[in-house]
């Protein structure tokens, strides 16, 4: 079993966690027209038995390899070795004083909305490689709910510590943010450990911040940087959902448009499928 780290083990929650696909390669599919054997029975179910267990046991360690993160994260703030700001705060820092946000968002957060001169180095990235293992993770990323929060499949970004180190002296004042505050403390985690001492964590992440906490660019409101798939398409996040409270019915009426819209294109889909269908019955009839 391949050992991921805390940092990496965030690029996988719950129903992103990789498939362990060598105890699936084993299975054929059975013969349609012959029932199956009861041999052929058996090993189906002491296969999935043994994925079962597979899927238990990287779940478990996962979990403990979270807890054991957390309590390492716990310790530098307690201790004082990571000083604690929330959004407001950061900005303060940022306006009044010579400290520098560094932004350690994926891509796909950052291009919707990012602290103006903040400097941008992921400690996570859209994993954009085309390899089987990759592939099958990107697969199994989409069925398990992909489609519908829109999180891609991300990969650890190698040269976060070499890129920081181009950029800044390990005496640097550096605020460090996230969309939500877990992988930025896993940053501040790296850093720390690479000689950096004057680290800032901003609790909550961006999207804790309101509008006036921090000069922001780009299109979305920091809140919204973070969501996508589908359940943003239709605004049936939570963070829409604040939104629309004050926005109002114009906001709602957009995304009920949206939802009729998806409803009439289904709809259609099915509509011409039937038909399709029809039609080829009349050709085989002929």
């Given at each position: 079993?391949?050992?991921?780290?805390?940092?990496?083990?965030?690029?996988?929650?719950?129903?992103?966690?990789?498939?362990?696909?060598?105890?699936?390669?084993?299975?054929?599919?059975?013969?349609?027209?012959?029932?199956?054997?009861?041999?052929?029975?058996?090993?189906?179910?002491?296969?999935?038995?043994?994925?079962?267990?597979?899927?238990?046991?990287?779940?478990?360690?996962?979990?403990?390899?979270?807890?054991?993160?957390?309590?390492?994260?716990?310790?530098?703030?307690?201790?004082?070795?990571?000083?604690?700001?929330?959004?407001?705060?950061?900005?303060?820092?940022?306006?009044?004083?010579?400290?520098?946000?560094?932004d350690v968002r994926p891509s796909i957060e950052r291009q919707k909305a990012w602290v103006k001169g903040s400097t941008w180095i992921?400690?996570?990235?859209?994993?954009?490689?085309?390899?089987?293992?990759?592939?099958?993770?990107?697969?199994?990323?989409?069925?398990?709910?992909?489609?519908?929060?829109?999180?891609?499949?991300?990969?650890?970004?190698k040269d976060f510590l070499s890129k920081v180190a181009e950029k800044y002296p390990r005496d640097k004042d550096l605020i460090l943010?996230?969309?939500?505050?877990?992988?930025?403390?896993?940053?501040?985690?790296?850093?720390?450990?690479?000689?950096?001492?004057?680290?800032?964590?901003?609790?909550?992440?961006?999207?804790?911040?309101?509008?006036?906490?921090?000069?922001?660019?780009?299109?979305?409101?920091?809140?919204?940087?973070?969501?996508?798939?589908?359940?943003?398409?239709?605004?049936?996040?939570?963070?829409?959902?604040?939104?629309?409270?004050?926005?109002?019915?114009?906001?709602?009426?957009?995304?009920?448009?949206?939802?009729?819209?998806?409803?009439?294109?289904?709809?259609?889909?099915?509509?011409?499928?039937?038909?399709?269908?029809?039609?080829?019955?009349?050709l085989r009839s002929q």
């Open positions: 079993m391949t050992h991921l780290s805390p940092t990496i083990a965030l690029n996988f929650p719950r129903n992103r966690r990789p498939t362990k696909w060598k105890y699936l390669s084993g299975f054929a599919p059975l013969p349609i027209a012959t029932a199956p054997s009861f041999s052929n029975i058996s090993i189906r179910r002491n296969g999935v038995t043994r994925m079962q267990v597979v899927e238990e046991e990287y779940e478990v360690k996962q979990m403990r390899d979270m807890a054991a993160a957390k309590k390492r994260w716990e310790a530098l703030v307690r201790e004082g070795k990571v000083k604690v700001l929330t959004p407001k705060e950061a900005g303060y820092a940022i306006q009044l004083s010579d400290k520098t946000l560094l992921p400690i996570f990235d859209v994993d954009n490689s085309l390899d089987a293992g990759t592939l099958s993770r990107k697969i199994t990323g989409f069925m398990m709910g992909g489609w519908w929060s829109g999180v891609p499949t991300l990969s650890l970004n943010a996230c969309q939500k505050g877990l992988r930025s403390l896993a940053a501040c985690e790296l850093l720390y450990n690479a000689g950096y001492e004057n680290l800032f964590w901003v609790q909550g992440g961006l999207e804790a911040a309101e509008e006036e906490d921090l000069e922001r660019e780009g299109p979305q409101p920091f809140k919204l940087a973070g969501i996508g798939g589908l359940s943003e398409f239709l605004g049936w996040t939570d963070q829409q959902r604040v939104a629309s409270a004050k926005e109002g019915w114009g906001y709602r009426l957009v995304f009920s448009a949206r939802l009729l819209g998806l409803i009439l294109a289904a709809d259609a889909l099915f509509i011409g499928a039937q038909q399709f269908g029809h039609y080829l019955e009349n």
